[in-house]
């Protein structure tokens, strides 16, 4: 169902969407979502946007108490009661990931983002970068997947941003290594998307 856009996370996107443009608040795609949009196959239990600070306090004076619940003790957590998912919203410009290991990568403003499927999602490049910073093996691994569906090779990493560069090439012999093993996972066709 989830890869068909059926179930609680893809209708709680839609309605989050249609929300947010009937608002006028510009908002870009993050995380597992986003990655599905550049060909990976992986669920997820909620759905991440990210917005510019100013359409955070808007998003919170249209819609929480009416559409959706604030979480305690989380000021950008969101809950969709009737769908039972949760929303996090990312701030545009607030430093990504994991920020005692690194200042620089920040949250993409909406107007970075590209059209797939009707959502803008960051460029596969950006979303690397993002997923590479949190310095969280699950995100390491999605970027390894990033990089066989894509069939992106190690030059890709000039693309990135410069603290990520190294990490890149990291996941990248992770994936030759995982591949030499496993040579049935490199031979099949890219993931249509």
């Given at each position: 169902m989830?890869?068909?856009g059926k179930g609680p996370v893809p209708e709680t996107l839609a309605r989050l969407h249609e929300r947010l443009e009937s608002a006028g608040i510009p908002h870009i795609l993050m995380g597992a979502m986003a990655?599905?949009?550049?060909?990976?196959?992986?669920?997820?239990?909620d759905v991440d946007i990210c917005v510019r600070p100013e359409?955070?306090?808007?998003?919170?004076?249209?819609?929480?108490?009416?559409?959706?619940q604030a979480v305690e003790g989380r000021s950008r957590?969101?809950?969709?009661?009737?769908?039972?998912?949760?929303?996090d919203i990312l701030v545009a410009g607030e430093i990504a990931g994991n920020a005692k290991?690194?200042?620089?990568?920040?949250f993409p403003d909406p107007s970075e983002g590209r059209l797939v499927d009707g959502l803008l999602v960051p460029s596969l490049a950006?979303?690397?970068?993002?997923k590479l910073?949190?310095?969280r093996l699950k995100d390491w691994a999605d970027v390894i997947?990033?990089?066989?569906?894509?069939r992106l090779d190690e030059s890709f990493c000039e693309q990135l941003h410069p603290v990520v560069r190294a990490v890149y090439v990291q996941c990248y012999d992770n994936m030759v290594e995982e591949d030499r093993y496993n040579p049935e996972i490199h031979d099949q066709p890219p993931e249509p998307r």
């Open positions: 989830f890869f068909d990655a599905k949009a550049y060909g990976m196959r992986r669920t997820t239990e359409d955070l306090a808007r998003f919170r004076s249209l819609f929480v108490a009416h559409d959706y957590r969101f809950f969709d009661a009737v769908r039972q998912v949760t929303i290991k690194q200042t620089q990568v920040r950006r979303l690397i970068e993002l910073v949190t310095w997947e990033l990089i066989r569906i894509n």
